[in-house]
């Protein structure tokens, strides 16, 4: 992994794994796969800094830690729910701000979107509501 670190040029890539290795213990293959996989997400989302998100990651190793540091999605904040199915992914949605309430049937509100993005390709987009949990398999 020492490899690795010494081939990264992206200096924001950098400051994410300083920030999760302290957290983490030390920078295992989990841990970086969901640095990038939070990388693509907040890419494919257009999520910005600091916007509360609910994850569901398929694996007790590693990943989930990189979307706590960097995402602030934990247990304790429900931002977080681990679903252990041994896979190398996760489900990204936005959470509804102002209490999670909406209009009367949901209408003139824009339509969100939740990605389940796969360490492996292909990239899939599913959607998704916002404020709640998603419910069942992709």
Request: with cysteine; net charge negative.
């Amino acid at each position: 992994m020492e490899e690795v670190i010494r081939s990264i040029s992206d200096q924001k890539l950098l400051s994410q794994i300083e920030r999760v290795v302290p957290f983490h213990g030390y920078l295992s293959t989990g841990a970086f796969v969901g640095i990038q996989i939070f990388n693509i997400a907040k890419r494919e989302l257009g999520f910005s800094e600091g916007e509360r998100l609910f994850v569901i990651c398929e694996t007790f190793g590693c990943m989930p830690d990189a979307f706590q540091v960097l995402g602030g999605c934990t247990i304790g904040n429900r931002g977080l729910l681990i679903e252990d199915r041994g896979k190398m992914a996760a489900t990204f949605s936005r959470r509804a701000s102002g209490g999670g309430q909406q209009g009367p049937g949901g209408e003139g509100l824009p339509r969100p979107r939740q990605d389940r993005l796969l360490s492996e390709a292909p990239l899939l987009v599913h959607e998704g509501r916002e404020g709640a949990p998603p419910g069942g398999d992709l």
